[in-house]
């Protein structure tokens, strides 16, 4: 069966930087494009940044020049390296496999990983 799991949340102060890691199985990895997304207590849950078979990449506004998505085909994973984190990216983080890129995803969801940044 196919499973995400997001791996790399945790407490981290103002400032800091988290890579959160998502490893699939029982999918062709390569062939799906891969997402990153978050939900806050008492908010919807967001797209945080997105990156095609290709490579290429899409980004929150709230997030660019901050966060940067990569993929890994030959180890099945895609990451997402936060930098310069701050309150505001306090959220539970879910990566998401989808065979396009649309609004809102659908495929496949892990089951996601509390990132908390407070001083």
């Known amino acids: 069966q196919v499973q995400l799991v997001e791996s790399g949340g945790g407490l981290v102060q103002p400032g800091g930087s988290l890579r959160l890691s998502c490893a699939a199985s029982?999918?062709?990895?390569?062939?799906?494009?891969m997402g990153w997304y978050r939900q806050a207590p008492g908010k919807q849950r967001e797209l945080v940044a997105v990156?095609?078979?290709?490579?290429?990449?899409n980004y929150a506004d709230s997030v660019k020049g901050r966060f940067t998505i990569s993929r890994d085909n030959a180890r099945n994973t895609v990451y997402l390296q936060m930098n310069s984190l701050t309150p505001e990216d306090t959220a539970v983080y879910y990566c998401?496999?989808?065979?396009?890129?649309?609004?809102?995803?659908?495929?496949?969801w892990g089951q996601g990983t509390q990132v908390t940044v407070s001083s």
């Open positions: 990156i095609t078979p290709t490579e290429s990449t």
């Open positions: 998401n496999a989808d065979l396009s890129v649309r609004r809102p995803p659908r495929g496949y």
């Open positions: 029982g999918i062709i990895f390569s062939i799906y494009v």
